[in-house]
């Protein structure tokens, strides 16, 4: 059975653009983590034929707006389930999440403290200027200049307050993800190998 307090958690943060999802798809195959993307979770619900929450997350997202918690907390729970069922895994990378105290506390509270957040710290020009040009490819409702305004400003006054939450716990390890994609891993991996992570290695 599904103990999701036994689960290892490490939350990633950084503003829209800042290399997230980039980084986690790395981390997961040198360190056998899980990537569970709360922006992806929520793209694919929205997708789902049947879904009674389609329209709503798709006004939020495209509006830049943070979706309701209740939503986002029982995709993410659902997904960690699954992962230890099918495949018994137990170290996950939640990527995009929390981006709210409320988030924060709330995952806690019902699932699990993180071992520590990986926070991707990036200029505001530099998300801008990767935003745009992955929008000329994406597909995404919410690469474009309007969105992608309003996202900064949740990021600043929403999600960075959370991220100071946990540096006054000690919890978070910081990057700059201004770097190239290659020196930014390099340092991930100084992290992950400092936390002894890649013992899990050898028991999966
Ligand atoms: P989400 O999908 O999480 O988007 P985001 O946080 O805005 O971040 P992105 O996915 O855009 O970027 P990323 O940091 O993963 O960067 P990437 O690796 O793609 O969320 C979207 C929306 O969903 C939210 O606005 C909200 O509405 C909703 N949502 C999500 N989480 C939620 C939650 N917890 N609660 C409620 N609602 C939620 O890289 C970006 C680009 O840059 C790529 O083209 C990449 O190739 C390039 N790149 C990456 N790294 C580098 C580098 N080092 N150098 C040069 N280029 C780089």
């Known amino acids: 059975n599904f103990d999701p307090s036994e689960a290892t958690v490490v939350f990633v943060l950084g503003g829209p653009g800042a290399g997230k999802g980039t980084q986690c798809e790395k981390?997961?195959?040198d360190y056998k983590f899980v990537h569970l993307s709360a922006g992806d979770l929520l793209?694919?619900?929205?997708k789902r034929e049947g879904s009674?929450?389609?329209e709503l997350i798709q006004n939020y997202i495209r509006d830049g707006l943070?979706?309701?918690m209740e939503v986002t907390i029982?995709?993410?729970?659902?997904?960690?389930k699954e992962s230890f069922e099918k495949e018994n895994k137990t170290h996950f990378l939640i990527d995009g999440f929390p981006r709210k105290m409320d988030q924060a506390e709330k995952f806690e509270e019902t699932v699990v403290e993180p071992k520590f957040v990986l926070y991707f710290k990036c200029s505001e020009e530099v998300l801008l200027k990767r935003l745009l040009e992955r929008g000329e490819t994406s597909g995404r409702?919410?690469?474009n200049i309007e969105s992608i305004k309003k996202r900064f400003r949740v990021f600043e006054e929403t999600s960075l307050p959370v991220i100071e939450a946990y540096e006054k716990r000690d919890k978070v390890r910081q990057i700059n993800s201004e770097q190239?994609?290659?020196e930014v891993y390099?340092?991930?991996k100084k992290v992950f190998e400092s936390l002894g992570l890649r013992d899990h290695l050898f028991y999966t």
Not at 43 to 46: D, F, H, K, N, V
Not at 74 to 80: R, S, V
């Open 27 to 29: 981390i997961k195959n």
């Open 52 to 54: 009674e929450y389609g």
């Open 66 to 68: 943070i979706v309701p």
């Open 141 to 143: 409702v919410d690469d």
């Open 74 to 80: 029982a995709l993410l729970k659902n997904a960690m």
């Open 186 to 188: 390099s340092d991930v």
């Open 180 to 182: 190239t994609v290659e």
């Open 43 to 46: 793209r694919e619900e929205q």
